[in-house]
């Protein structure tokens, strides 16, 4: 194995080209867009388990540089802004580089692309992939200007709607929609009560579901999260920014007034809204020479804030896979078989979070809800947070225990 081509920039691509690095295959990125900074979603935030995948490849402390504030803790509102709960997501007990922060995509996707070009990788924009063949000594990559490129593996890391995917396996399962759409942005400083210290205040409002935090003197990184009939894209344009950022205010009429004072300092282009999607669960992640990793094998929903974080565990465990394993269809299905569990587990549990945030026009309903959500949150507080999820590490020097895993 000598060179593998990437398919997509964004998260898991240039990742993924360093960790490939790391175990002597050189690896290409092609990504559609002009540059690094498109992409799905203003912020995201990076758990313990992202971090530790990243600071594996060198790629910690520049993401930590372009980072906003660590989110180990969500306060959760009703909408008056009544404590509901508070709960610790766990990384607050363990050390302080390792604490889950928040991250503007468009900054985030810069770092990791600039810091896989310091590790020797080449990342190659407005390369948009349309096709791939195999031949007997390797795989052919067919781009939208006319190039191809020539590699010993493909990886499509080519993110929810996945083209790689889609010629992998024409079969397989497209990206479902989950019943919320996302609005995200974020505001200059504005005044209002700041949220507790490392914590992200989540409300839930009577018609829909918002999520922010307020430091004092720093833009506010929010979203909402609206349950919704599946919207098209066409729909979507047929509204003017403006109208959607009226259709936002109107969620949160009468809730926490600090919600409205966030949205309406907002730049109108930030509320285009987004469907919630997933893809929970494929019947192949790889077939001959193509592979597929983080969105386009297992798009969780943004409910579960691991999605990026997943595509960073994938890079390390496939770059293992393909120094370790024999063969390129056993390494492949290595790859699979280490991961598949967990990242289902994980897509499961994302559903779970978002079915929780619809609103109802019902006063009683409305305070059912929140009765019944101080239960769960007290028992989510008492049971030790979100270790299952963050505390899984990739040792990328421990030689990989090859038996057991299969095809
Ligand atoms: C609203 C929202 C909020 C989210 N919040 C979180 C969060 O808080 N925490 C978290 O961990 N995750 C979150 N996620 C999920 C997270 O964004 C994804 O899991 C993550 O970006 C996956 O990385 P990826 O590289 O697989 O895909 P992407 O980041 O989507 O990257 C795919 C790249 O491939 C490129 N591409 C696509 N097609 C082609 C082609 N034909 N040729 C060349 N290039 C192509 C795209 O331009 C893109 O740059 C959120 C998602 C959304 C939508």
Known sequence: MRKALVIGGGVAGPVAAVA?????????????????????????????????????????????????????????????????GLVGDGSEKGPDRLRTVTVRRDALQRALAEAARDHGARIEYGKRFTGYTETPAGVVAEFADGTTAEGDVLIGADGIRSRVRGLMDPGAPRAEYTGLLNIGGHTPPVEVAPTPDATMRMVFGRRAFFGYQAVPGEEVLWFVNVAHEEMTRERIAARSDDEWKRFTLDLFSGDLSDITTILAAADPACFRPLGIDDVPSLPRWHRGRAVLLGDAAHAVSSSSGQGASLAAEDALVLAKCLRDVDGLPEALGGYESLRRDRVERIAAEGRKQGSRKGGSPNPVALAVRDLVLRVVFAIAGRSGGRGWMHDYRVDLREPLEVDGIGT
């Open 20 to 84: 490939l690095r790391e175990v002597g295959i050189e690896a290409v990125v092609y990504e559609a867009h002009s540059g690094p900074g498109d992409g799905l979603g203003s912020f995201l935030t990076l758990a313990p388990n992202g971090l530790a995948a990243l600071e594996v490849l060198g790629l910690l402390e520049p993401v930590r540089a372009v980072a906003a504030d660590s989110t180990c803790r969500i306060e959760l509102v009703n909408a008056s802004g009544r404590r509901l």
